[in-house]
Every structure is written in structure tokens, then in C-alpha cells.
């Protein structure tokens, strides 16, 4: 493991939000409550606001945190944002946090970093998933496709702007397409030969094939989430019929032990 | 003698469900369903089969079978081999179990009900418009809904529900995006190119190539509501209004399988992780120390738990031989860990602890499953429950292994391993169990020590400000039953829903609700009660002075819904008691001692609900604890025997669960109070699981007390429906909290029934 020549925290704060206030006071209230581990410099995006008054309503939200603030356009999605925000800032390592983002534990950040120094890792986050969009869009892989979720993911700034810089940014399916399509930001890491790994709340760094293991997205009570969202929010609130269809929806086979047995490519999952 | 068959299961008995076939699921547009077959106990007689539907379980009609008989020939000894069931299906969706009852109890065939009535099918607006071309329909919207496809009911077996089509907005040239609303929340449409739609609609000007929407969704089995609609300004426009019906699935592609299958399955896996838990140990950021406390013994055994511990993978720890009484000793460590001579460590129990340490670093206390090493083989797995204080008070369930903070087990002087759990909780509630086995115990680590034992638990009585008296449940296994003399004797208020009714049960004519107050005042030694009787204004002349004769409180409800919610806080706004029991009165008290062990579990103060033992007339259990199976609420171990001990004593121990039935609860009235009693929204089920799940919110416990035993005539005064309506506000409710229930372990416990039997079930989430 390695050290970095600097950690961005870069958080977006998107007035476009039905409930951006709530968002951003849920974020705020986690940061304080839970110590990154690690130093850094947090950055804050705002982004989509309908007036400059209530931008600086969502300023004055933050209270005294320290953070620099940047400013987008709400037209390229959260990837955009971040893409604007690497341009901007010098720090080695950014880590991305959605307005959904909650921070769940101690040490939140000096976990994802850890594993972002193991040898080869080139992607990390709080979240993984095997899910395909290839129902959509025959583009997608089909099941299972490894990949981190954009949220509270973490990656050297390098990587995150030669990923992003000059790819379309402007509808949801590009969005989808460099989370978790082929040429997107997993599946190019995995092709440099970098690995992707979910950083659970106990420090674990789990690569794909025990992502189904994690205790993380969607499986059983989530508890070893190292960030939530909405997402995991909403898998919480399910009802246990609907939880077990999503479960299966994005892990499918994968949740059985058994599977961990045979060889990956025989498993279907090739990285 | 249509789908004979002779089950391959069965040595020498057999049986055949003639209808219905291997269907798993009938519609019925009725309420009347049938099942029919023939069963043939391993002796040539009549098999003994019952049908459970919901809390009901009906015997069928015996029916002559000569075309049995003739094609089993001597075998089968009589022609009344066949049975036939008719009843009312409940409404909605249920899951009917054909179980055979003469041997061991034997699921046949499970088979999903769904009622509906065809009224409501015309009742259904289904305003759908899958077309809006015409200009007269609205000036500037154009659309088309291409799926679903236009049913009035649609059906669905798979989860997935994929609604899409295009909307434009001709004078603006825009797409145009639907609110799409499946049980009122909405889900947002994904765009879709639509070049066919741009081409179409080409001479009306340029459209953008993004017309199309798309919203996919996984539905639950169950009804679902579905609207589509288009709102612009204050127009809305409906183009699905309607419902969709998905069915359950009729395969089940992962099986059930044995302990041992799984133990070599999880030797395998270990190996297997073996490299990446090395990994997760050189980067963990809190590597707590743990101090081995082996207890002394046998040579031989001393051996087997330190080759245990030489195997370890996590490495930062230290061993001593020592009692329990050494823990303030030697070397300093985080955690303690006491181990009896012969237990064996899985090599990833220290990681196991290590792991969840640095996932939750505040817990004092932490503990694991365990089994038994029997000639090499590892048999009779211990599946723990999450932390249960008073199932602590009937054995030491949490045994080995238990790893306790160094810090706060030293001044404890425990003198025993129970000794010490019990002192040890008392210091800190912060305590966390991993649903893993991590040691394998012999008879001789395992073996109880009732002198020891019973002096821990008359400490713990003394500790706490109580007296009594501590006795074995069985000699020798280590349980026990605690009887208190108490020190208060509160006024219980005691609240008994009625309908008034006069049934037939057996050879006896009962009037129920006078029946059950004479065995209150006349069978219960326990006499400082207030009775108060909620009734529906249909009390006869006869019972009104009865029940009056008993001092009793008579409360009029006079909703024309039925509602038991709202008939037992009535009840509860009249109780002047310090605690609640709230009882049907379809009851029968078995021994005079019930209400005061009931009574007696609230000198604790973390106590907040306790249930009964409850029995059908032909003894058999009917309730002892509720557990949640796929999030469902559901009566563990029914229809064993009476004087069953149950899985580690979990039918003849107190012990704690997550609900307990609302056919006998009690309950400090101001906890009752302070939640805000009986949630109204559920009239008829679920009502009782939803006020034990408020109470535990508030960090009390609900008890299982089994010397409480009554008789329960179940659903005798009232029809078991089931409203798919609450079963959904109690799921959505409680969705975190029953994802699993932590004191049953459905992965690896049956859950169909839950009888508390070792199964390894497919992981579900």
C-alpha cells in the first residue's frame, strides 16, 4: 500500500434535486459525525441550483466546514461534474460523492484510500454491482457485469479524466455507459489490468467475484456499507419480496456460495 | 386412482394429491376450493393428513377409495383411505400446506391460492388509451403505450413489469415524458430513441430522436396498481389505469441441503478465501488482540484446542491455560476469549471476530454458532440467537465461542463461563453475534455444570433485586427454570375482545366469554385482576349478568367493521392495572400458576412483552414464539408435542423472540400507552407481530414464558382471513427490520413450516 500526493472529496450538491436541502444536510450531518482518517480537501459542486439565492442557501447549509467550492452547469449529469472538478484541482486521488451520499462509519475515507494503494488497483467504491443493462441496450454486457457504482467511488484523477475527457456526457445512457458499460470506467480498468474493488465498512477490499459476499448493495441488511445512498436507502424500505427480486436482479446466481467454486469464466464472470 | 404415487421418501406408506395436480398455484373465481387424494400410513391404514391455510388447519373428509385398494393390494388394509377437503379460501393470495400428520409431520403439497372475485375485474376502470394520434383527443399531445399490452388484468409470472411507448408534444417539437405510478410511487421513465417516430411524424416538423420512454420495474407477487399518465399544465391524460397480478414462480431453481453437505461445502469455501482474508488481516486497521483463557483438562483435549488455535489465521493472540477466574491475570489483551479443553476453533474465528470488531469497534461482546465434534463429524449445530437476555436466564446459550472486552470482564470475578456471560451483560448490552459456526465442541467441553450453573443464576437473581428459586429443566442439560417470588402484586387489567359467542367444542357447549372469565376468577391463583370485556352489544341477558356476577367491566364497541385493533385499545382506555393482558376469549387455563409466571418477567425492567404457551384442545403446541419466515410473521414448532423442549430448549425455556400471538400478551400498560397500543390500520392480522416490533424499538424484549400453557380454541369465535392489504402495511412497515429474524435463523433453519430443525436453505438476499 501507498500514500498519496493529495485526496480530493469532491461532493455534489445538485440544486435540481426535489429534496436538495434535506440531501445536503444528511451528507453534512454524516461528514461530521464520522472522521475520514485521512487528510484531504473537500470539494463541493454545486451544480443545477434555479437561483443564485438559493445556492447560497445550500452554502450556508455546510455551516463552517471547510470545503472550496465549484461551480457547473447542470447539463452533463454527476460524471460531468466530475470531470469539471478534475480539470480543476491538483490533488492526486478524487473520490466522488453523489447528493445522495451518506457516510456510514469512522475511517470512511482512509479505507477507500487503503485500498486504492493495493498494488494494481486502479477503482474503488463503497458499492458494486453485477447488474446489466443490456435489456435496454444491446450495447451493455449481459449478465453478470462487474461493476462499481459512481457513487462514492475513488480513483487516481489521471484515470478519471482520460476515462472521461471528450466522451458524451449529455444523456443518461452515456451515464450508464462509462458506469457500467464496455468501454466504461470498470471495464477499461479491468482491460488495463487494474483491479476494481468494493472497500466494505470492516476495511475489507472485496474483488468481484466476493462482491456477493460484501454484505454491501443490496444484499441482506446492507450492514457493512461503507457509504449509503439512495439506492441502498430504498433497498432498506423495500418490502421482503421486492428486496429478494432486486437482490436477485443484481446478483442473480452469484448469491449462492457454491458459485465461488468454480472457475470464473466458467461462472460467467470474466474479471 | 388418477396420479397414484408412491412417494420415494416414504419406506412403506404413500399417498397421491389428486387435485390439484402439480400445480403450485390455483386461481380460484370463487371461495370454494377443493383437494382431494388418498393417503396410506406406513401400516396399510388411513394416513392422517390436515391442510394448514394461514393460523387454520383443517381435517378433511374421510372418503372410500376401492380403486386404491385394488391397485396397492394387500398392502393397504381398508377402503377409507381417501380424503377430500372443501372450504372457503381466504381472500387474495395464501399458501395452502397439505401435511401428513402420522408419522413425522410431512409437507405434501404446497399449493399458492389466489382468490379473487370476477366483480372486481368489471369493476376495474381500466381507462386505458394506447393511442393519442387524433388531434380532437388533445390539441398538441401525440403518444402510443406499446406495453403493457391491453388487458384488464394483467398477469405476470416473472418479476420484471416493462412499461414503454413515445409521447410528443407536437407544437413545442419535445418529447414528452409519462408519470408512470406502480402502487402510487412513481418511477422514472428511462428514454428511449425512437427514430420509427421521427420518421412517422416527420411532416408535423423536427422531433427530437428521443421520444421513446421506458420504465422497468420488479414487482413482488401479489396485486399491483399501475397508472400511466401525461400531465402537462393542468391536463392529465390517462393512458393505463389498471392492475397487474403477479403470480409465484412455480420453479425453484436452488435446493435445500444437509448440515454435512454444507460443512463440506464451508471447508471448501475457507480454503478457497483462505488468501483474500489474508489480505483483509495485513490491512486492517484495528487488529485487537485476543487472550485464549483454556480452561484446564485432558491431555488429549488440550491438545485438540490448541491444534485449533495453531491453525488460527488471524495471529495476534495470545494463549493461557486458566479458568474464567484468570482473566484479571497475565497478559494484557482487548478481548478475552474462555475456551473448555477438547473445544475446537475454526481456523477463521479470530478473523471472524477481528472482522466484525473493525466493522463495529464499540461492541464489548461478541459471540458465534456452534456445533458439536462427534466421531470426526460435525452434527447438531447450535444456530444462536441475536442477544437474548432472557434466554440467557434459561441456559447459557451464548457458550463458546465468546470473546468479552478484556477491560471490562476483569473486575468481574466470574467464576464460571455462565458466570461470566451473566455478570459480563449486566456491565454492557453491546454486545453482537456472528450467525457463523466457529467452534466445534465435544460432550465433554460441552457438558453442563448444574451446581455451578444454578449458583450463577441465583446470583444474577441477587444482583438484580429478585428472589427465587433456580431448578433444572431437565438434570444434567444445562437449562433451567427460574420461579420468582414476587415482589409486587400489580393490578393486571385484563382485556378480552368478545363476540359473545356460544360454540360446540368436542363433546361440550361452551359460551366463550363467560367460559374464559370463570377460569380467570375461578382457576387462576393469581386474583388481583380487573376483567374488562369489550363486546359488540350482543351479549345475551344471561351473559351480561354472568359476567357482571364476576365483577367484570363490560365496554360497548359499536363499529360495524370488525376491527380487534380497535376493540382492544377501547378495552386498554378503561385498565387502571400497572400491567395489560390482553386475551381472546376462546382460552382454557391449564394450570393456576400461569399468571404469575407471566407476571414475574416484568421485575426485569427491559421486559416489554410477554406471551403464553398456547395449545390446541388435543394438547399439541398452537404458539411458542413467532418467528418471521421471508419477512412473514408465522408460529414456530407447531403441532409438536407438549412437553416438547424444542430446539435447545426453545418451546421449554423462556426465551426471547421477535413477536409473540396476541391471543395472550401482557405487557406494562404504559409501554402500551407510550407506543400508542394496537396499530388500528391492521384490523385483523398481523396487529399482535406489529406491537411487539414498536415495543422492541424500544430496546425492550418480548418473552416466550412456556409455564404459561392454555388451551386455545383458535379461530373458533372468528373465521382466520388474511387482508393482503395489511400483510403489505405490515412488510412495508417493519421492511428493515424483518429482513431477517434474529432469533431464527431461516438460512439455515426449516422455514416451511419453521419447526427449529438444522436445514441449509439457498441464500435469498
Request: aromatic share 8%; proline share 5%.
Amino acid at each position: 500500500m501507498r500514500s498519496f500526493s493529495g485526496i480530493a472529496v469532491g461532493y455534489l450538491a445538485r440544486g435540481a434535486d426535489d429534496d436538495w436541502r434535506g440531501s445536503i444536510q444528511r451528507f453534512v450531518r454524516s461528514y461530521l459525525a464520522h472522521p475520514a482518517g485521512v487528510d484531504h480537501q473537500l470539494y463541493v459542486i454545486f451544480k443545477g441550483f434555479h437561483s443564485k439565492r438559493d445556492e447560497h442557501r445550500a452554502r450556508t447549509l455546510f455551516g463552517s466546514l471547510a470545503y472550496r467550492p465549484i461551480e457547473t452547469s447542470d447539463d452533463n449529469f454527476d460524471l460531468g461534474a466530475y470531470l469539471t472538478m478534475a480539470n480543476m484541482v491538483d490533488e492526486e486521488v478524487i473520490c466522488c460523492l453523489n447528493s445522495h451520499s451518506e457516510i456510514l462509519c469512522d475511517l470512511w475515507l482512509l479505507k477507500l484510500t487503503a485500498a486504492l494503494g493495493v498494488k494494481g488497483a486502479g477503482l474503488v467504491g463503497a458499492t458494486g454491482s453485477f447488474e446489466s443493462l443490456q435489456s435496454y441496450n444491446r450495447t451493455f454486457r449481459g449478465f453478470p457485469n462487474p461493476h462499481i457504482r459512481s457513487n462514492a467511488m475513488a480513483l487516481r484523477r489521471v484515470d478519471l479524466i482520460r476515462a472521461l475527457e471528450g466522451r458524451p456526457l449529455a444523456t443518461k445512457l452515456d451515464l450508464f455507459m462509462i458506469e457500467s458499460g464496455p468501454t466504461g470506467l470498470s471495464a477499461s480498468m479491468v482491460a488495463q489490468g487494474r483491479r476494481t474493488l468494493v472497500v466494505g465498512r470492516n476495511g475489507r477490499f472485496y474483488g468481484p467475484r466476493w462482491w456477493p459476499f460484501s454484505d454491501t448493495f443490496r444484499q441482506g441488511r446492507q450492514e457493512n456499507l461503507l457509504v449509503g445512498d439512495n439506492q441502498t436507502r430504498m433497498f432498506d424500505q423495500m418490502r421482503w419480496p421486492e428486496k429478494q427480486a432486486t437482490s436477485l436482479k443484481t446478483w442473480g446466481k452469484y448469491l449462492q456460495e457454491e458459485t465461488l467454486l468454480r472457475p470464473p469464466w466458467l461462472g460467467g464472470l470474466r474479471s | 386412482m388418477k396420479g397414484a404415487l408412491f412417494h420415494p421418501g416414504l419406506m412403506h406408506g404413500g399417498y397421491s394429491v389428486d387435485v390439484p395436480t402439480h400445480s403450485q398455484r390455483t386461481i380460484l373465481a370463487e371461495p370454494y376450493a377443493t383437494i382431494f387424494g388418498w393417503s396410506v400410513d406406513d401400516n396399510g391404514g388411513r394416513g392422517t393428513v390436515v391442510l394448514r391455510i394461514g393460523r387454520r388447519e383443517l381435517t378433511p373428509d374421510v372418503v372410500r377409495r376401492v380403486d386404491v385398494r385394488q391397485a396397492l393390494g394387500p398392502r393397504v388394509v381398508n377402503d377409507d383411505v381417501g380424503f377430500e377437503f372443501r372450504f372457503v379460501a381466504p381472500f387474495g393470495i395464501s399458501l395452502a400446506t397439505l401435511i401428513r400428520t402420522d408419522t413425522q409431520a410431512q409437507a405434501l403439497r404446497r399449493v399458492f391460492l389466489v382468490r379473487f372475485e370476477p366483480v372486481w375485474l368489471t369493476r376495474w376502470r381500466s381507462a386505458r388509451r394506447t393511442r393519442g394520434l387524433k388531434a380532437n383527443e388533445h390539441p398538441t399531445l401525440r403518444f402510443s403505450l406499446d406495453g403493457p399490452k391491453p388487458t384488464r388484468l394483467k398477469l405476470m409470472s416473472q418479476p420484471r413489469l416493462v412499461v414503454h411507448g413515445w409521447a410528443v408534444d407536437v407544437a413545442s417539437l419535445k418529447a414528452v415524458s409519462p408519470t408512470v405510478l406502480l402502487d402510487g410511487l412513481a418511477q422514472p421513465p428511462h428514454p428511449k430513441k425512437r427514430g420509427d417516430v421521427q420518421c412517422a411524424l416527420a411532416s408535423l416538423g423536427a422531433l427530437p430522436e428521443e421520444t421513446g420512454f421506458e420504465v422497468g420495474a420488479e414487482l413482488s407477487v401479489g396485486f399491483h396498481d399501475l397508472d400511466v399518465e401525461i400531465r402537462t399544465g393542468d391536463t392529465v391524460v390517462s393512458l393505463f389505469k389498471g392492475k397487474v397480478l403477479r403470480l409465484p414462480s412455480m420453479r425453484s431453481r436452488v435446493h435445500s441441503r444437509s448440515y454435512e453437505d454444507w460443512t463440506e461445502l464451508e471447508a471448501k469455501l475457507h480454503a478457497h478465501e483462505a488468501g483474500e482474508l489474508g489480505a483483509h488481516i495485513a490491512a486492517m486497521l484495528y487488529k485487537p488482540s485476543f487472550r485464549i483463557l483454556v480452561a484446564p483438562g485432558g491431555k488429549g483435549d488440550l491438545e485438540e484446542t490448541k491444534r485449533s488455535l495453531a491453525s488460527q489465521i488471524y495471529p495476534v493472540f495470545t494463549v493461557d491455560e486458566g479458568s474464567t477466574s484468570a482473566i484479571a491475570d497475565r497478559t494484557p489483551a482487548d478481548f478475552v476469549l474462555p475456551l473448555a479443553a477438547g473445544d475446537r476453533l475454526h481456523p477463521a474465528a479470530l478473523y471472524r471476530f477481528a472482522d466484525r470488531l473493525n466493522r463495529e469497534p464499540d461492541l464489548d461482546m461478541l459471540y458465534a454458532d456452534e456445533d458439536r465434534w462427534t466421531a470426526g463429524r460435525r452434527t447438531q449445530p447450535f444456530f444462536k440467537p441475536d442477544w437474548s437476555p432472557d434466554y440467557l436466564e434459561t441456559l447459557n446459550y451464548v457458550g463458546a465461542p465468546a470473546v468479552y472486552r478484556a477491560s471490562v470482564a476483569a473486575g468481574l470475578q466470574a467464576f464460571s463461563r455462565y458466570d461470566l456471560a451473566l455478570k459480563f451483560t449486566e456491565q454492557s448490552t453491546r454486545i453482537g453475534h456472528i450467525g457463523t459456526v466457529l467452534c466445534h465442541r465435544t460432550e465433554t467441553s460441552a457438558l453442563a455444570d448444574t451446581v455451578g450453573d444454578i449458583a450463577a443464576l441465583q446470583g444474577r437473581l441477587r444482583r438484580t433485586g429478585r428472589t427465587g428459586h433456580v431448578a433444572p429443566l431437565v438434570a444434567g442439560e444445562g437449562a433451567y427454570r427460574i420461579k420468582l417470588s414476587l415482589k409486587r402484586k400489580p393490578l393486571v387489567s385484563v382485556v378480552i375482545p368478545t363476540a359473545g359467542k356460544v360454540v360446540r367444542i368436542g363433546d361440550r357447549t361452551l359460551d366463550l366469554v363467560v367460559h374464559c372469565v370463570e377460569q380467570l376468577r375461578l382457576k387462576t391463583s393469581y386474583a388481583h385482576l380487573e376483567i374488562i370485556i369489550v363486546h359488540n352489544g350482543n351479549l345475551c341477558e344471561g351473559q351480561e349478568r354472568d359476567l357482571t356476577a364476576h365483577k367484570c367491566k363490560l365496554v360497548l364497541y359499536d363499529k360495524p367493521i370488525f376491527n380487534i385493533a380497535e376493540k382492544l385499545n377501547l378495552g386498554a382506555t378503561q385498565a387502571t392495572g400497572r400491567l395489560l393482558l390482553l386475551l381472546n376469549d376462546d382460552i382454557e387455563v391449564i394450570d393456576e400458576g400461569w399468571l404469575a409466571c407471566m407476571i414475574q418477567h416484568f421485575e426485569k425492567p427491559h421486559v416489554g412483552v410477554v406471551g403464553a404457551k398456547l395449545l390446541y384442545p388435543d394438547t399439541r403446541v398452537q404458539h411458542a414464539g413467532v418467528v418471521h419466515n421471508s419477512g412473514n410473521p408465522d408460529h414456530v414448532r407447531r403441532l409438536a408435542p407438549r412437553d416438547d423442549h424444542g430446539y435447545f430448549f426453545s418451546t421449554s425455556g423462556v426465551r426471547n423472540f421477535m413477536a409473540v400471538t396476541g391471543a395472550c400478551m401482557m405487557t406494562p400498560l404504559a409501554v402500551y400507552r407510550a407506543v400508542g397500543g394496537y396499530s388500528e390500520a391492521l384490523a385483523v392480522s398481523y396487529n399482535d407481530a406489529d406491537y411487539c416490533m414498536k415495543v422492541r424499538q424500544l430496546g425492550r424484549s418480548v418473552v416466550y414464558e412456556p409455564a404459561a400453557e392454555l388451551i386455545h380454541f383458535e379461530s373458533v369465535s372468528r373465521e382466520a382471513s388474511l387482508d393482503i392489504g395489511e400483510s403489505n402495511f405490515y412488510h412495508q412497515r417493519w421492511a428493515r427490520e424483518v429482513t431477517f429474524d434474529g432469533f431464527y435463523n431461516e438460512r439455515f433453519l426449516t422455514v416451511a413450516s419453521p419447526t427449529f430443525e438444522p436445514l441449509v436453505n439457498p441464500r435469498r438476499l
